[in-house]
């Protein structure tokens, strides 16, 4: 399996973007999954690629555990989290025989697993595959940046928590893109405050503003911030994510809850979806703008 393997199959995803963090738990995959939900309510159609082989959390979070992927002729066939089929996924998660089964690989078991990924899933067209990535700098990312290099990834999304001890992570993650050569299109501030579902008051639990602080320090864009939200934890651990969460908990026994026909509109019906919106936006922009820049360059080299 070779470079252009990986580059042919890719030749029908106009953008790659990898969304990476410097620490575990700060809400890298649930970002991926938001902005996943987002592009995919802004009309576009997008694939999640989840490369976090020892935790893929992906598959949960869509409401996709216990699926199987398909064998055709043209490649794996991806999971599709929506009736539109606009929001495809991929995981190791779908190959693992039960959801508590470990991966214990070595490097190059996982660089082959991510090399596979790559260039035997068949996407069809895609404006976005955003491809989730472990916490750290580790083999995986090392892989897909190799595997994707010749085909040019668009850039990294970076993921932190306001605290201190997280933005010392991010910067060695921000160091790793700068060292690969992966452009940073934006870094995104999460589980920045708490706000009140009773009286809608914000308590910066972990502080707030040390991401736009780092992002404005380290000359990268900032996308958004958002803030702990309780329907968010609902919607991404509840099996059926037709339910609209709601933020006072489960409804009671006997008490009709809310439905919707797909994922994608029950997250439109939670809060945080108007600040993934912009954050989803401002990532457009950015890629289009990161794009026309690198036309100007090439036009200008061969005139
Ligand atoms: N803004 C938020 N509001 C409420 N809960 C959140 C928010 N962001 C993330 N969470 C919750 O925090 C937990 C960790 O999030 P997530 O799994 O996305 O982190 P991660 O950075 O991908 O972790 P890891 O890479 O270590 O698996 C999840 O239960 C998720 O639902
Ligand atoms: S801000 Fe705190 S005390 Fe006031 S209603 Fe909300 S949770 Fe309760």
């Given at each position: 399996m070779s470079h252009a393997e990986v580059g042919s199959r890719l030749a029908s995803i106009k953008h790659v973007v990898l969304v990476l963090s410097g620490k575990g738990g700060v809400g890298k995959s649930s970002c991926t999954v938001q902005l996943a939900l987002s592009l995919v309510g802004q009309g576009q159609r997008v694939g999640v690629l989840d490369i976090?082989?020892?935790?893929?959390?992906i598959p949960r979070m869509l409401g996709l555990e216990g699926r199987q992927i398909h064998q055709a002729s043209a490649g794996w066939v991806p999971v599709f989290a929506d009736p539109s089929k606009r929001l495809a996924c991929m995981s190791i998660g779908f190959l693992?025989?039960?959801?508590?089964a470990s991966v214990v690989w070595r490097g190059p078991k996982k660089n082959a697993m991510i090399k596979q990924f790559l260039a035997d899933v068949y996407w069809g067209d895609l404006d976005y595959l955003l491809i989730d990535t472990p916490p750290g700098t580790s083999d995986e990312h090392l892989a897909a940046v190799e595997y994707l290099q010749e085909w040019s990834p668009d850039g990294a999304v970076v993921v932190t928590t306001p605290q201190a001890v997280a933005l010392a992570d991010v910067k060695k993650e921000i160091d790793f893109c700068r060292k690969v050569g992966l452009p940073i299109l934006g870094l995104v501030e999460n589980m920045s405050g708490f706000v009140c579902p009773h009286c809608a008051e914000c308590t910066n639990v972990f502080s707030t503003g040390g991401g736009e602080g780092l992002a404005r320090h380290a000359g990268i864009p900032f996308l958004g911030r958002a803030p702990i939200d309780p329907a968010l934890v609902m919607l991404l651990e509840q099996e059926d994510k037709t339910l609209v969460p709601s933020a006072n908990g489960p409804a009671a026994a006997g008490q009709e809850q809310e439905r919707t026909a797909s994922i994608v509109e029950t997250y439109q019906r939670c809060q945080l979806s108007k600040l993934f919106a912009e954050i989803a936006r401002r990532l457009t922009e950015g890629v289009a703008q990161q794009q026309q820049q690198q036309q100007q360059t090439a036009d200008t080299m061969y005139s």
């Open positions: 976090d082989l020892c935790g893929p959390s693992l025989p039960s959801k508590d």
